[in-house]
């Protein structure tokens, strides 16, 4: 407990937590388009269940940091290009979410909604569904998120409570995004199209090259205003 009264111990666990909120973002948007698939009664569920498994997973995953770190090792070598474990999942998660993405924004734009009427069956496979791409995705995020950890702190405990106030934060949030999300189609596609650049760049860095995330939450921020400007124009009109 000692490191706790040391005054960098607060500063590297204060970056660490605003960065694992701002990685968060990205899972907030994907929780809020799943759980609005999902029938009403069961949306908080796939919200909540969905995150507490996350939370779950990631802090056993940063108790196997040493595995973690592990998995950036080349494994398959094509053509003098060296892909890893590591290399390997944020390509496959970059690709779901592309096709995930645009799946869900050809849906909407031909018209193609879901049934609101389905059988008993079907709606539970649909949170099952929904539980599991909340999770799958989240293991995907959760490996960019521990090693952004690792080049912060040493400490496993710092990371730990880190994961924890990220997730605290994103069940608070997930609701109220969500609700706005899918409250607004404009906002819909918009979310959607972040999404997509978010498996860009998943594919791109798991090709060994770096993009800063900031430019492309920056980008979402800006087309987000100009759409909050857009909607108080025609609230207006």
């Known amino acids: 407990m000692e490191i706790f009264l040391l005054p960098d111990t607060w500063v590297a666990l204060l970056t660490l937590t ?17 759980a609005g698939k999902v029938p009403e009664e069961n949306q908080k569920r796939a919200r909540l269940g969905g995150l507490s498994l996350a939370l779950i997973m990631r802090v056993l995953l940063l108790l196997s940091i040493t ?3 592990g998995l950036k090792e080349p494994i398959v070598t094509i053509f003098d290009f060296e892909l890893s474990w590591r ?49 799958l995705l989240d293991l995907v995020f959760s490996f960019d998120s521990i090693l952004t950890a690792v080049g912060l702190t040493d400490e496993i405990i710092l990371m730990i409570i880190a994961v924890v106030v990220a997730i605290i934060v994103m069940m608070v949030f997930a609701k109220p995004v969500g609700e706005f999300v899918n409250k607004h189609p404009t906002i819909q596609i918009l979310a959607l199209s972040f999404l997509i650049l978010i498996g860009v760049m998943l594919i791109v860095e798991g090709a060994h090259y770096h993009v800063p995330k900031g430019y492309i939450y920056f980008a979402v921020f800006f087309s987000l205003a100009i759409e909050m400007l857009n909607m108080r124009y025609r609230k207006k009109n």
């Open 87 to 135: 290399d390997i999942i944020l390509i496959a998660g970059g690709i779901f979410l592309l096709v995930k993405s645009t799946l869900e924004i050809h849906h909407k734009v031909e018209g193609q909604e879901d049934k609101p009427e389905q059988g008993k069956k079907s709606k539970t496979m649909s949170f099952t569904s929904a539980i599991i791409q909340i999770v």
């Open 67 to 69: 595995w973690i770190i």
């Open 18 to 34: 605003f960065l694992e909120i701002v990685l968060g973002i990205d899972n907030i948007i994907f929780i809020s388009l799943v």
